[in-house]
Nanobody, 115 residues
Framework: QVQLVESGGGLVQPGGSLRLSCAAS????????MSWHRQAPGKQRELVAE???????NYAVSAKGRFTISRDNAKNTVYLQMNSLKPDDTAVYYC?????????WGQGTQVTVSS
């Protein structure tokens, strides 16, 4: 089993920045495709950004140009740098790890964007 632990959430002002981290327990982290998802109150969980094991990335339209997903395989960690944050970015952010036949979710970290 892979354990994922998110960190870095918190309260920020509109226009501010946060850097989320997701640390995985496995040393074979490199084989996983990683992604960030978020769920706002009363809304469905949605994909924010993803990065595969080749380093290719994909972003939701709402995130593109503001957010950057990256990974450090040596540290078994994936990051989400969030800039120019908006109140609509307020949500619980979840880390996800996938390889064929396996899906793992973290517990989430709260991001609140408010003045």
């Amino acid at each position: 089993q892979v354990q994922l632990v998110e960190s870095g959430g918190g309260l920020v002002q509109p226009g501010g920045s946060l850097r989320l981290s997701c640390a995985a327990s496995r040393s074979i982290f490199i084989v996983y495709n990683m992604s960030w998802h978020r769920q706002a109150p009363g809304k469905q969980r949605e994909l924010v950004a993803e990065i595969n094991n080749s380093g290719n990335t994909n972003y939701a339209v709402s995130a593109k140009g503001r957010f950057t997903i990256s990974r450090d395989n040596a540290k078994n960690t994936v990051y989400l740098q969030m800039n120019s944050l908006k109140p609509d970015d307020t949500a619980v952010y979840y880390c996800k790890a996938v390889k064929p036949g396996y899906v793992y979710w973290g517990q989430g970290t709260q991001v609140t964007v408010s003045s």
